[in-house]
Nanobody, 119 residues
């Protein structure tokens, strides 16, 4: 059975940093593409970053602007999101999702971890 879980969220002041982690069990990491999304109250879910099985990454450059870095450890089945220079507008529920490398739909989602940035 597949289980995806995020951790590492919290409350931080503007300009601070957090490192989120996505742990997946029941998945063969080399066969899955993983992405981070976020959703703020009253707003639509927004793509943040993604990483392929071999480490190729993509970012939402408009929102992130070089402040976040996504990485993965296939041996541990984890994908991390390092977030620096956090801003109040980064406040959201951050969700991790996985899909097969050749698939279009995200099959597995975590429950999310809350990030709150105070000004």
């Amino acid at each position: 059975q597949v289980h995806v879980a995020e951790s590492g969220g919290g409350v931080v002041q503007a300009g601070g940093s957090l490192r989120l982690s996505c742990a997946a069990s029941g998945l063969l990491s080399s066969r899955y593409f993983v992405s981070w999304f976020r959703q703020a109250p009253g707003k639509e879910r927004e793509f943040v970053a993604s990483i392929s099985w071999n480490g190729d990454n993509t970012y939402n450059k408009n929102s992130i602007r070089g402040r976040f870095t996504v990485s993965r450890n296939n041996a541990k089945n984890t994908v991390d999101l390092q977030m620096n220079d956090l801003k109040p507008e980064d406040t959201a529920l951050y969700l991790c999702a996985a899909r097969p490398n050749d698939g279009a739909d995200y099959e597995y989602w975590g429950q999310g971890t809350q990030v709150t940035v105070s000004s």
